[in-house]
């Protein structure tokens, strides 16, 4: 790993001299306080509201803060990584780079480190302003727990969004040109942003089909609704949704929902370990996801012929 910190130092120093990385801060930014600023207004005048409201949204409200986060997160994951590889490659740096005494795995070792600390840097530095926002629009501040609740929501945010800035970087190793993985990163993004749903429901119909007539049981219902949810489950975007609601809604006591939606069903307040351990299996999922992407970097990387032109 010989090296590593030379290549954090200068990817940092990029990062923030970059007119991308002011333009995402700017979007993340603004498009959270436009949230909570919105979802204010929507609470004000109610009785009994819990201050994590502000980032779930208002009831009949579209989008949330937590929503946003999710659609804008990958973008600034695939923003910071899209090109990181095939620039360096193409311009010729890598060359000069590899021709000092830093070796292959510091490279792409302190690339990764750089954008994980960028990504941590953003979104800590939004999610704390909006917050602070929050409670001044409210006019009072948040519990204990609710605290604890939005710094672990915003340590999950941190990792999904470094989820998709592995596989950005992924793409830009396999990739020869920064066009090609920008355009392969952001079209996963898109599928699996807004069309894993119907993507889940039509390969649901086919492995746990419901039948026209008769009405279905309501096992075969039950049966339709977890496989929809399972295939869902591959896409960050889903399992990110769901740990955000088990963080920010200590009432969410279960997030399946054939059982959310279940009439009668008891309202409980769960804690804040009772919420993690909910949320535990799916941010082992998102951990999961980017050990396996930033391996497949480090592989693909390593085995790289590189050359004064790549070509």
Do not use: C
């Not at 207004?41 to 208002?58: H, I, K, R, W, Y």
């Not at 792409?108 to 960028?118: D, E, N």
């Not at 869902?232 to 009432?251: G, H, K, M, W």
């Amino acid at each position: 790993m010989r090296g590593s910190v030379t290549i954090f130092e200068k990817e940092m120093a990029e990062y923030f001299t970059s007119r991308r990385f002011v333009l995402v801060f700017l979007m993340l930014f603004l498009s959270g306080a436009g949230a909570v600023l919105t979802t204010a207004q929507s609470l004000s005048g109610q009785t009994n509201v819990e201050f994590l409201q502000l980032f779930t949204g208002a009831s009949g409200q579209l989008y949330s803060y937590a929503y946003f986060l999710s659609v804008l997160a990958p973008i600034l994951g695939i923003a910071l990584g899209f090109d990181s590889m095939n620039r360096e490659l193409s311009s010729g740096s890598m060359v000069r780079l590899l021709s000092n005494p830093v070796h292959r795995d510091g490279i792409i070792i302190g690339k990764l480190a750089a954008g994980i600390a960028m990504i941590s840097t953003v979104v800590g530095v939004v999610n704390a302003v909006d917050f602070g926002l929050g409670m001044v629009l409210m006019g009072w501040g948040p519990t204990t727990a609710d605290v604890l609740r939005f710094f672990y929501f915003t340590v999950v945010t941190i990792l999904y969004s470094s989820v998709w800035f592995s596989i950005a970087l992924f793409f830009s190793t396999v990739f020869r040109r920064a066009a090609t993985s920008a355009l392969v990163s952001l079209g996963l993004w898109i599928f699996m942003t807004f069309f894993i749903g119907a993507f889940s429901s039509a390969l649901a119909g086919v492995i746990s089909p419901l039948p026209s007539y008769p009405p279905p049981t309501l096992d075969q219902e039950v049966a339709y609704i977890d496989t929809a949810v399972s295939i869902a489950r591959i896409s960050p975007v889903y399992v990110y949704s769901e740990v955000s609601a088990a963080l920010l809604n200590p009432q969410l006591a279960t997030l399946s929902p054939v059982y959310v939606y279940s009439q009668g069903m008891p309202t409980v307040q769960l804690g804040i370990s009772q919420s993690l351990s909910l949320a535990l299996p799916d941010i082992s999922a998102l951990m999961a996801a980017l050990s396996v992407f930033s391996i497949l970097s480090f592989m693909a990387f390593m085995r790289m012929e590189i050359r004064a032109r790549w070509e």
